[in-house]
């Protein structure tokens, strides 16, 4: 079984840019889709931004897409989230969660293997 560790959450100005770090140990991460989730203050989890096990196919939330960015690399166990123009309404706490199915099933966050301690990301002037 997978472990998920995040980093690089912080402080920004609206407009700057955040970049966001998962790394796994134990299980098989080359096989699984990954994916980032966030639960904003007082509301409840959504989906943010999925990848597919080859990082052949990203998936995005209609309220980040052409903002950020998703990737990984199979031979570090790392997924990365790379965050621009960053808005007050994106601060959230941000959890890496992994997927033995697709990207599908992260983005409906159904059936997940693992979830991260999550990384808070705040966003203020």
């Known amino acids: 079984q997978v472990q998920l560790v995040e980093s690089g959450g912080g402080l ?3 407009g700057g840019a955040l970049n966001l770090s998962c790394a796994a140990s134990g299980g098989s991460f080359s096989t699984y889709a990954m994916g980032w989730i966030r639960q904003a203050p007082g509301k409840e989890r959504e989906f943010a931004a ?3 096990w080859s990082g052949g196919s990203t998936y995005y939330a209609d309220s980040i ?13 790392t997924v990365y989230l790379a965050m621009k123009n960053l808005r007050p309404e994106d601060t959230a706490v941000y959890y890496c969660v992994a997927s033995e199915w697709g990207p599908s099933q992260v983005a409906e966050m159904n ?14 002037p």
Request: positive net charge; proline residues 3%; glycine residues 12%.
């Open 111 to 124: 059936a997940l293997l693992a979830w991260g301690q999550g990384t808070l990301v705040t966003v203020s």
């Open 65 to 77: 897409k052409g903002r950020f960015t998703i990737s990984r690399d199979n031979d570090h166990g």
């Open 12 to 14: 920004v100005r609206p």
């Open 50 to 52: 999925a990848i597919s």
